[in-house]
């Protein structure tokens, strides 16, 4: 009898040993309760609480935590049906907070969550909610973040993992975008042969300017020969006439004998003329010549005559 006695004594002291000494492992936080009400809570390390008055309520994870958002149909804004599904990453900073404020903690946290993507979606177009994967998670963010602020709860990131349209729409986009790409080639296949047109009537254009250029250069160049040709014709009657009217009768030989010999050059190189039979009087033309001759040493005589008149130079 004195055996059990003992016995029950150890049993009494360990458990009282047990209830009042409370060891916090790291990465968590207990919450104290008196008599069933929230009093304090307990930090990683030792910690004494006297038994029977005081007892652990819950033993809160302070560590950052991953929850899976399981996969849901949601309905964009164009009408198209899409399966979507998603991860939060979150940390309690508050553990009374996360431990008396709300009854389950995760199942709040995922319900709010699966809520408001069918929200954010819901307000986008499929193109909008497929390319703008940045913003979704940040409105999402955003959103929880601020409604479970009051449970002591920090939503750190909410990351969207798949957003996949029926199998009949990812075909129709599939045409659509094919589509597209042809559109593009064509028009920049269109953009490049209009812009070869261009550029070739633009080259077409700066070669007839240049021609005409050439042209109006050559016409300028041809007129200024003539009427130099003109000056020194006009020169040489000029100086035939003063010839004849002072009685020299062998200037006018030569003006004729040389106009007669340049017409039958002309005659002779034309192209249309194979035999040329013309009834020439020779003594006229060999006359003329010895004018010619005549009228030669007539100048170079007045030439020498005007040196020997000349008085020399000191």
């Given amino acids: 009898m004195g055996q059990l006695l003992a016995l029950v004594i150890v049993a009494v002291v360990v458990i009282g040993v047990a209830k009042l000494v409370r060891i916090v492992p790291q990465g968590f936080e207990w919450t104290v309760e008196t008599f069933g009400k929230y009093t304090r809570t307990l930090s990683p ?7 029977i008055y005081q007892a652990v309520g819950r033993k809160m994870n302070m560590m950052e935590q991953v929850l899976d958002v399981p996969s849901q149909d949601v309905i964009t804004k164009d009408n198209a049906v899409v399966r979507v599904d998603g991860v939060v990453f979150y940390q309690v900073l508050d553990a009374a907070k996360a431990a008396y404020e709300v009854a389950n903690l995760e199942g709040a946290a995922l ?32 959103v929880v973040d601020e409604a479970t602020h009051p449970w002591g709860v920090k939503v750190n990131r909410i990351e969207i993992k798949d957003i996949s349209p029926p199998r009949d729409l990812v075909d129709a986009m599939a045409r659509q975008m094919k589509a597209e790409r042809e559109k593009r080639a064509n028009i920049l296949d269109a953009e490049g042969f209009r812009q070869a047109a261009i550029l070739k009537a633009e080259g077409e254009k700066q070669s007839v300017i240049l021609a005409a250029e050439g042209e109006k250069e050559a016409a300028f160049r041809a007129a200024e020969a003539r009427e130099r040709t003109a000056e020194a014709e006009a020169k040489a009657t000029t100086m035939v006439s003063g010839a004849i009217a002072s009685g020299n009768v062998n200037a006018l030989n030569y003006f004729v004998a040389n106009n007669y010999v340049e017409a039958l050059k002309a005659m002779a190189a034309s192209p249309n003329q194979k035999m040329l039979l013309l009834p020439i009087e020779a003594t006229g033309v060999i006359g003329a010549l010895a004018g010619i001759g005549e009228l030669a040493k007539e100048s170079l005589g007045q030439q020498q005559k005007a040196a020997a008149i000349q008085p020399p130079l000191r």
Avoid: C, Y
Wanted: glycine share 6%; charged share 20%.
């Fill in 45 to 51: 390390g030792l910690h004494f609480l006297v038994p």
């Fill in 111 to 142: 319900a709010l969550i699966m809520t408001n993507i069918r929200t954010v979606l819901g307000s986008m177009d499929l193109d909008e909610s497929l390319s703008q994967r940045d913003a979704i998670n940040a409105k999402l963010l955003s």
